[in-house]
């Protein structure tokens, strides 16, 4: 049976997006905006060309997918564009109802000889400090007739990098120039780790969670162990990129050996044929062990559909993503963007794309918007988070009653 909700529905309801990358998620106006202003060359100037030479509604692959993030990165370099595109996240996000959001990028991509780690992240949290003291401003949330909006920073790390990733990466590997590259991945990666936690201790800046990101195939979480040994010995949360390019062996690693809090896409989490090693019964029983560990530790999978649908070749449509099964094993999982605008999408769009592929009832789908409220990362002490939980249900059931849900 296939559930009907109204699209005003959708947008009124508080929401949540857990997994967007900050260099993905520019407005292609400020895009080209800044270009112009950097001198940047871009395949075109306007938005029309724009959308048909780079950021396209379908993609070939992963590959020119990632195309865009060439042009994206280059003007994210600017402690001015940073506080800029965080800004105007954070309001774009608001318009469409989002109440809470936990942008996440990885600074040593921005950062250069005239801009540190540190200035890269303080300049991101401006922008979003400065969006979330305009929107509570407004005399809804004040008077408390709706929740307020918040956020928290991911810090993410890179899984492999060369020197034409940024002008840091270049000067990282030039400084250890007798270290072959694969042994730097990890040194890099606990260095912007460290990083992360010095901010949130010493300037209180709230970075909320660490995450490792790129190329998962051949790349596995397991190399940066350090790095998530910091972040757990230092209370810092932690979620990963697994299970978007390989399968279950890299979700259980994620959890098991990196202390993951939730998973980032874990889209291949049921495909036991991608076991080594094993037969085919051994395969399935595994897997299901795992689905099972997962749903029972609540640990949250981030799910982008969009996204997912763009950049893995064997994902024909969208009923047959995983995120059937992920509801039937009664995981907790949430719907979230991954990139804004790579993926045109927003987060009224990944639940109308999940509603019409999907069964979800009423109460599964107020389960999995609450869930991406408390499986968040946010700074909040645990008692004013739980407050801020309810208000946020309080809400959503106002929002139920309005719209005869």
């Known amino acids: 049976m296939q559930y009907r909700y109204p699209k005003e529905f959708i947008r009124a309801i508080p929401k949540s997006d857990l997994h967007v990358h900050l260099d993905g998620s520019l407005r292609l106006k400020t895009l080209i ?10 395949p075109s100037f306007t938005e029309a060309g724009l959308k048909e030479k ?29 506080e ?36 890269v992240m303080l300049s991101v949290n401006k922008g979003l400090a400065r969006a979330k003291k305009e929107i509570n401003q407004r005399p809804e949330i004040k008077s408390k007739k709706e929740p307020p909006f918040e956020y928290g920073i991911i810090g993410c790390a890179m899984r492999k990098f060369d020197e034409r990733f940024s002008q840091y990466y270049a000067d990282f590997i030039r400084m250890h ?16 780790v460290r990083a992360l936690v010095a901010l949130r201790d010493e300037q209180g800046i709230p970075v909320v969670g660490f995450d490792i990101a790129g ?3 051949g790349f596995p979480a397991e190399d940066y162990l350090e790095a998530f040994r910091f972040a757990h010995k230092h209370f810092l949360k932690k979620t990963v990129h697994a299970g978007e ?3 279950p062996p890299s979700i259980f690693q994620a959890i098991t050996d990196c202390h993951a809090d939730r998973i980032g896409h874990g889209t291949h989490l049921f495909e036991h044929h991608l076991i080594e090693g094993l037969s085919e019964d051994e395969q399935k029983r ?10 029972d530790r609540r640990i949250t999978i981030e799910v982008c559909l969009t996204s997912n649908l763009q950049t893995i070749p064997t994902l024909k449509k969208l009923q047959a993503h995983p995120l059937a099964e992920m509801l039937a094993h009664k995981m907790s999982v949430t719907l979230c963007t991954d990139n804004r605008l790579v993926s045109h999408t927003t987060v009224c769009n990944e639940i109308e794309q999940a509603l019409a592929a999907f ?9 999995i918007i609450i869930y991406g409220f408390k499986r968040s990362f946010m700074a909040l002490p645990y008692a004013k988070k739980r407050e801020y939980v309810r208000q946020l249900i309080e809400y959503y059931e106002e929002c139920e009653k309005r719209f005869g849900i």
């Open 33 to 42: 905006e800044l270009s112009k202003e950097q001198k940047r060359e871009l």
């Open 54 to 82: 780079v950021f396209k509604e379908h993609y070939a692959g992963l590959s020119e997918y990632l195309n865009g993030f060439q042009y994206t990165c280059a003007v994210l370099r600017d402690a001015e564009a940073l």
């Open 84 to 119: 800029r595109a965080a800004y105007e996240l954070a309001l774009d996000n608001f318009a469409e109802g989002v109440r809470y959001i936990e942008p996440r990028f990885a600074p040593q991509l921005n950062a250069h000889k005239t801009l540190s780690i540190e200035e």
């Open 177 to 192: 120039s007798h270290t072959p590259l694969r042994e730097l991945y990890p040194v890099a990666a606990l260095e912007v």
């Open 215 to 217: 190329e998962e195939k």
């Open 245 to 247: 390019a390989y399968g």
């Open 286 to 295: 595994y897997t299901e062990e795992l689905a099972q560990y997962i749903a």
């Open 359 to 367: 069964p979800i009832p009423p109460d599964h789908l107020k389960d």
